[in-house]
């Protein structure tokens, strides 16, 4: 039979539409009567998908190159791959197209126990969300792409894994040694058999096991995480094997074993500059060492004492300080009340470094701080300026003992118009100088001068 002529005149769109399913046809027919006429006919359409000026005719020949109908497909996806009861989830098509075709426009509908969503197809894909269902469990997600002219109609799928959501309502007892193997029963809800309990992260309990209602779980404490500062509170995570998970933050407080003591220093004095630092001693005492800037300054120190745990009331504790010479305690001992503690104040009449101690019949710990030498006090005068105006600045800086601090560093800042110089050092006799500019509207200004120890002095006005 003849090789039929196809009009050049034919759109891509009205091939597909119309014409291809004759012409698949047709090649099945023409294969059986002439060995590679079916070749012959793929290349024509081929170069009609592909806008070439005309098909070329003839005598089919063996040797005719073969060609292969464009591939359309698709492909879908959920996320997450595993969800909590009620979640959101996204679900995603992904069109796969040869050149020339388009899915714009295109309607997706996706389905999902129970529950259908659509979207519409920009460049070569979309997404919709659904929601997790409430029973635990694999969900597969249908895909169906509707077709557009040029695209033909596909069918995709995917899935996903709805995973329990526990929940803790609380922790019995909350607190416990650190050497851990104490029992402790965590409430709530949605627990599952095989279920894991960690004390911190990584640290799992031992004998963990889950009541047939799903609402408690009996276990063993672990010890403490290594590291860890004691007394210190830790999250408690329940896993249930299908990966659902609940965290209470804070929830379990581990204290140290046996009789301990904290102290604790803080300075009243507003205006000073004041840091401290944990230092964790190796005989498992802890020292706290903190940093100030004043003089003849009292401090008030407390100190604290735990029995595995509990405040341990009623009991007298001693202060002593190292060096003891210029400095003092008032009163020297005190008794602890009903939370374990009791304060003292302590007075430092010198600069340097000293070593407080707080000491009971069983047990005794330290604080040590530095008070610092160096700029006490800084001071400046300036005229309230006009908008625009400059004006002279002038300061001094003094040590602890009133002398005047020759070279030392200071900052100056304003939050509106013009300071200069913004750094300076005094000159011998503690003094400092700049010019200051205001702005030229008329508004609230702070100027500041600081040195690099933390000692400052501000001044707010409007211009």
Known sequence: AACPVLPLELTQAAYIDTILPDVQGLI???????????????????????????????????????????????????????????????????????????????????????????????????????????????????????????????????????????????????????????????????????????????????GVSVNAAGTAITLTTPPAPPGLSLPAVVDVTVTNPDGGTATDPGAFDYYRVGTYMQVTASHPTLGD???????????????????????????????????????????TISFSSSPAAGAGFSPATCTTGSGGSCSVDFTASAAGSHTLTAGGASASTRVGYTQISGPAAILFTMSVPRTGQTVTLTGSVTLIDGAPDGGAPVLLTASAGTISPTSTRTAGDGSFSATYTAPGLVEQVTVMTSTSNGVYLSFTFST
């Open 28 to 206: 099945s027919a023409q294969n059986q009567q002439h060995p590679g006429a079916g070749r012959f006919l793929f290349m024509g359409w081929y170069e009609l998908m592909d806008n070439q000026a005309a098909l070329n005719t003839g005598s089919p020949s063996p040797d005719s190159p073969s060609f292969s109908l464009p591939t359309f497909s698709m492909s879908a996806s959920a996320s997450p791959a595993s969800a909590s009861e009620g979640a959101p989830v996204t679900v995603s098509a992904s069109l796969q197209l040869p050149g020339g075709a388009s899915a714009a426009g295109g309607v997706v509908t996706f389905s999902a126990a129970g529950q259908t969503t659509t979207c519409t197809v920009t460049g070569t894909g979309c997404s919709g969300s659904i929601t997790a269902p409430t029973s635990p469990g694999p969900v597969t997600v249908n895909a169906a792409f509707g077709g557009t002219s040029t695209v033909p109609p596909m069918t995709a799928s995917a899935s996903f894994t709805v995973v329990s959501a526990p929940a803790i309502t609380a922790v019995n007892p909350a607190s416990g040694s650190a050497g851990g193997g104490q029992t402790v029963t965590v409430t709530g809800s949605q627990f599952l058999p095989g279920a894991t309990v960690d004390f911190g992260a990584g640290n799992p309990a031992g």
């Open 273 to 315: 500059e004041f840091r401290c630092s944990h230092v964790n001693e190796p005989n498992g005492q802890e020292a706290k060492f903190c940093h100030w800037i004043a003089t003849s300054a009292t401090t008030q120190v407390t100190a604290t004492l735990l029995n595995n745990g509990l405040p341990d009331a009623g009991q």
